[in-house]
């Protein structure tokens, strides 16, 4: 069974800032552009990106450690449930003994829980005096002829969720089907899938599976409506001079041109290149950041000191800083 604590290489109930911190330095390390034609590290990459889409998420991170969620992000049964939380409490317990004994008693509790919830176990039999009111069938009370709507969540990635895509989704029954991602989805969003909830007692229409949406968060795009923003780094040499450089978009390269005397902070726009949801469609914003060489460059320094349009005091006096 994967663990996504071991692919981050963080410990579990590490911070949300060290999984955060580990994520970008894998995805900046991994990038498939700077790997190029390299299958292993793409796969790689791929799997570290997943990882973060529910560790990077507290409400799916919870979960994930509570055993409601698998690896994948689909909800597991009540049973399975129930044994990662079993595997969770020993792990913790192992932890703090400095042992790793199956204790099937102190599990017994929490197992005896989950079976008297989910059925699996014969209830002891007692009056009604003893116990108190008996527990109705939710169905006859409620009158219902529809089975129940039967809730799952799943994460998907930034790009899947501006492109779409199809997701495989396992149900609580067992079976498995492949759900479509619409274009253009956003965080928090639900698909229904109508018959594939819970069924009828009365005979009637098998309920509904709503399949809540997550979008991980990503290492350089943000959202804001159908727009999507990016940073762009540049070199010092293409915001003086200009030129034509690459830009990575959630549907492949582009190929923009970069006005001479670009500052940090300048904002291009790629028009119709944002979010497409239905009939509308918005741009995509490209924010350039002027970066210079990490080691010292002698030349450039030596240039700089015979250039006479530098005037940093000018600059800032005329921005109303000074």
């Given at each position: 069974m994967r663990d996504l604590y071991q692919i981050l290489g963080v410990k579990r109930g590490s911070s949300d800032a060290d999984v955060k911190k580990a994520y970008r330095a894998l995805a900046k390390k991994l990038h498939p552009d700077t790997n190029k034609d390299d299958e292993r590290v793409a796969e790689r990459f791929k799997e570290v990106t997943?990882?973060?889409?529910?560790?990077?998420?507290?409400?799916?991170?919870?979960?994930?450690?509570?055993g409601e969620i698998d690896a994948d992000g689909n909800q597991q049964s009540a049973f399975d449930a129930a044994a990662q939380n079993a595997r969770n409490q020993r792990a913790s317990?192992?932890?703090?003994?400095?042992?790793?004994?199956?204790?099937?008693?102190?599990?017994?509790?929490?197992?005896?829980?989950?079976?008297?919830?989910?059925?699996?176990?014969?209830?002891?039999?007692?009056?009604q005096k003893s116990e108190g009111?008996?527990?109705?069938?939710?169905?006859?009370?409620?009158?219902?002829?529809?089975?129940?709507?039967?809730?799952?969540?799943?994460t998907i990635g930034f790009e899947?969720?501006?492109?779409?895509g199809s997701r495989r989704l396992k149900l609580n029954d067992g079976r498995s089907i492949d759900i479509k991602i619409p274009e253009g989805i956003q965080d928090g969003q639900v698909?229904?899938?109508?018959?594939?909830?819970?069924?009828?007692?009365?005979?009637?229409?098998?309920?509904?599976?709503?399949?809540?949406?997550?979008?991980?968060?990503?290492?350089?795009?943000?959202?804001?409506?159908?727009?999507?923003?990016?940073?762009?780094?540049?070199?010092?040499?293409?915001?003086?001079?200009?030129g034509d450089i690459e830009v990575p978009t959630p549907k492949g390269r582009l190929t923009i041109r970069v006005p001479r005397n670009s500052s940090t902070g300048k904002r291009l726009r790629l028009?119709?290149?944002?979010v497409k949801k239905r009939d509308q469609v918005g741009n995509m914003y490209v924010s350039l950041k002027v970066m210079l060489p990490k080691t010292r460059d002698l030349?450039?320094?030596?240039?700089?000191?015979?250039?006479?349009?530098?005037?940093?005091?000018?600059l800032r006096k005329n921005s109303g800083l000074l």
């Open positions: 997943a990882a973060y889409n529910i560790l990077g998420d507290k409400d799916l991170r919870n979960k994930y450690d509570r317990a192992h932890r703090a003994r400095g042992k790793n004994p199956f204790d099937f008693e102190e599990a017994e509790d929490l197992f005896s829980d989950f079976f008297n919830f989910g059925g699996f176990r014969k209830k002891k039999k007692s009056s009111k008996q527990k109705t069938n939710p169905y006859k009370e409620a009158g219902r002829r529809k089975g129940l709507d039967i809730n799952y969540t799943i899947e969720s501006i492109t779409g698909v229904r899938l109508t018959g594939q909830g819970g069924p009828s007692i009365a005979g009637g229409e098998k309920g509904d599976a709503l399949v809540e949406v997550h979008v991980s968060e990503h290492a350089y795009y943000t959202r804001e409506g159908l727009d999507i923003h990016l940073e762009l780094p540049i070199s010092l040499d293409e915001a003086v001079l200009g028009k119709g290149k944002g030349e450039l320094e030596k240039a700089l000191k015979n250039w006479k349009g530098g005037n940093g005091p000018a």
